[in-house]
Nanobody, 118 residues
Framework: QVQLVESGGGLVQAGGSLRLSCAASGRTFSSANMGWFRQAPGKEREFVAA????????YYADSAKGRFTISRDSAKNTVYLQMNSLKPEDTAVYYC???????????WGQGTQVTVSS
């Protein structure tokens, strides 16, 4: 089992920044690919970013490229999502996800709300 707890969401003005954190516990954090998804009101959940077990590879949705950065700290069992130049369309609940077995995003956090005002 992997438990994921997100934090760092909040209200920010357009153009501002936020850093989301996801603390992982349970199974070995270092063995899991990690990622972030988001879901805006009335929309489907969508992929935002992912990072490999080693941290050597990162992947981003087109909407996140150039503005968001995913990283991980194995010593702290934590993955981060640094979000810069935020836009109102980034408003959503952001979910941390884990894939420890290469079978997909098996584990999800409870989500943290990000609201960007115009």
């Amino acid at each position: 089992q992997v438990q994921l707890v997100e934090s760092g969401g909040g209200l920010v003005q357009a153009g501002g920044s936020l850093r989301l954190s996801c603390a992982a516990s349970g199974r070995t954090f270092s063995s899991a690919n990690m990622g972030w998804f988001r879901q805006a009101p009335g929309k489907e959940r969508e992929f935002v970013a992912a990072i490999s077990r080693s941290g050597g590879s990162t992947y981003y949705a087109d909407s996140a490229k150039g503005r968001f950065t995913i990283s991980r700290d194995s010593a702290k069992n934590t993955v981060y999502l640094q979000m810069n130049s935020l836009k109102p369309e980034d408003t959503a609940v952001y979910y941390c996800v884990a894939d420890p077995d290469n079978t997909g995003w098996s584990y999800w956090g409870q989500g943290t709300q990000v609201t960007v005002s115009s």
